[in-house]
């Protein structure tokens, strides 16, 4: 089963969610570690890198200049939250090797017929908390099975189950949502705060990989050093281009 990395950028640096609040991603000297340093780090171990564009999550907005500076170095895995075709197609032509559609940003099942008609490499995030999360009525009223259904006859092959309410509390896995998803899609990963236990159990079930946070990562001893501390971000902060 494979394992990818996931990181987060958030204007143009790294950063690491805790309590809702977003921290600054620093090595063992304290130093802010710039996004192409980490992902050189990574590709000594993982052959994908799974990258959360919160600029592009939050707002419609992502950073397509980090995206162009990053993306050469190692296959990237984009979850920017596109909205919209323009957005996909931006995405795309910054070079990155498959586009993130997740649901949380879901208006309607247009928006994958949109991405599939300028490239096969798409993979549909299906994002749960205790339930489907869309913004839209038409998607969360689908039902977890008849999406599933639908994005498949659209042409989806690949599907990721994640799992945001584990970014808040250790509860289960939705075990019963992911073994649904393994009898339609070809691949299923499976993404959110994944702890050493789950990794037996999933593989079990055969699920082709689990996106790791890279704090998860580091916890395990798998890659990296912990930083000596973090600093959260404000509104003073200033980002660099």
């Known amino acids: 089963m494979m394992i990818i990395p996931a990181i987060t950028v958030l204007e143009g640096r790294l950063v690491e969610v805790k309590d809702d609040s977003y921290y600054l991603l620093r090595d063992e000297n304290n130093d802010i570690i710039p996004p192409q340093d980490l992902i050189l780090a990574l ?99 689908l039902g977890m099975d008849q999406l599933y259904s639908e994005a498949v006859e659209l042409g989806i092959k690949s599907g990721i189950f994640f799992d945001f309410g584990r970014l808040k509390t250790s509860s289960s896995l939705a075990m019963d949502n992911i073994k649904s998803m393994l009898l ?43 930083a000596d501390e973090s600093e959260e971000l404000d509104d003073e902060d200033e980002w660099d281009d």
């Not at 075709?85 to 032509?93: A, H, L, P, S, T």
């Not at 649901?103 to 300028?118: G, H, P, V, Y």
């Not at 993404?191 to 236990?197: C, D, E, M, V």
């Open 184 to 226: 339609r899609f070809e691949e299923v990963y499976v993404a959110g705060i994944i702890s050493p236990s789950d990794i037996d159990d999933l593989e079990e079930l055969g699920v082709a990989g689990i996106i790791a946070d890279f704090k998860s990562l580091r916890d395990w001893g798998i890659t990296g050093e912990p």
């Open 43 to 141: 590709k000594k171990e993982y052959g994908i890198v799974y990258v959360m564009d919160i600029d592009g999550m939050e707002k419609n907005e992502p950073n397509l200049k980090v995206i162009q500076s990053t993306s050469p170095l190692m296959p990237m895995w984009l979850d920017a939250g596109p909205g919209d075709g323009m957005v996909i197609m931006d995405i795309m032509i910054a070079g990155v090797s498959k586009t993130i559609i997740g649901t949380r940003n879901m208006r309607d099942m247009d928006l994958i017929k949109e991405a599939l008609d300028m490239s096969d490499n798409v993979i549909l995030s299906i994002d749960y908390d205790e339930k489907l999360l869309s913004p839209s009525q038409n998607i969360s009223d």
